[in-house]
């Protein structure tokens, strides 16, 4: 069974960037037919799709969080990364990294997540 | 962009019961429909895809049917474990949504 495991900072102060990797150790990143995805779900809430990105660098992001991120890929380390500006309490949430695949862009194996809080 | 609404927000079931969830889209999306599972303090788990297609290993207690609008998960004989939050997931266009979710309750 595909890992993913995600990793960063636990708090981040208002209107800093908040930045997460998620690793696949055991699998290639750079194998085609996967998309590679940021899900986040506030405490009690539903999940929220944030962007995903393929091996070769394209990007597909949340229009409503579109200004504000940056999904990048590290093939040599076999991870990808989040980036969220000028974060408020509204981004508090637990951060889940997943694997999407490309035939009908549905995510197949989730990370553990990790809790993001905003605060000063 | 595409509204997902799964009723109801909240069931109580016995275990053996036969459960039903929907999942109604506020426009046609075909068959990309996508429905997870998830325990408490678990990340979210795959279920079915394409509507009605069992991801690897799931018990075949649980289907989906449906297209276009509106679709269904059943979980047929339910067991103790199948308490968690039930999430339908449409792909069709962007930005992909969720479903609000279905809390199953155990008694």
């Known amino acids: 069974q595909l890992q993913l495991q995600g990793s960063g900072p636990g708090l981040v102060k208002p209107s800093e960037t908040l930045s997460l990797t998620c690793s696949v150790p055991?699998?290639?990143?750079?194998?085609?037919?996967?998309?590679w995805g940021w899900i986040r779900q506030p405490p009690g809430k539903g999940l929220e799709w944030i962007g995903s990105i393929y091996y070769s660098g394209s990007t597909y992001y949340n229009p409503s969080l579109k200004s504000r991120v940056t999904i990048s890929v590290d093939t040599s380390k076999n991870q990808f990364s989040l980036k969220l500006s000028s974060v408020t309490a509204a981004d508090t949430a637990v951060y889940y990294c997943?694997?999407?695949?490309?035939?009908?862009?549905?995510?197949?194996?989730w990370g553990q997540g990790t809790l993001v809080i905003v605060s000063s | 962009e595409i509204v997902l609404t799964q009723s109801p927000d909240f069931q109580s079931v016995t275990p053996k019961e036969k459960v039903t969830i929907t999942c109604r889209a506020s426009?046609?999306?075909?068959?990309?429909l996508h429905w997870y599972q998830q325990k408490p303090d678990q990340s979210p788990k795959l279920l079915i895809k394409y509507a009605s297609q069992s991801f690897s290993g799931v018990p075949s207690r649980f289907s989906g049917s449906g297209s276009g609008t509106d679709f269904t998960l059943t979980i047929n004989s339910l067991e103790a474990e199948d308490a968690a939050i039930y999430y339908c997931h449409q792909s069709s266009s962007f930005p992909h949504t969720f479903g609000q979710g279905t809390r199953l309750e155990i008694k």
């Open positions: 055991g699998g290639s990143i750079s194998r085609t037919n996967y998309y």
């Open positions: 997943a694997r999407q695949v490309d035939e009908g862009y549905y995510f197949d194996y």
């Open positions: 426009q046609s999306i075909g068959s990309s």
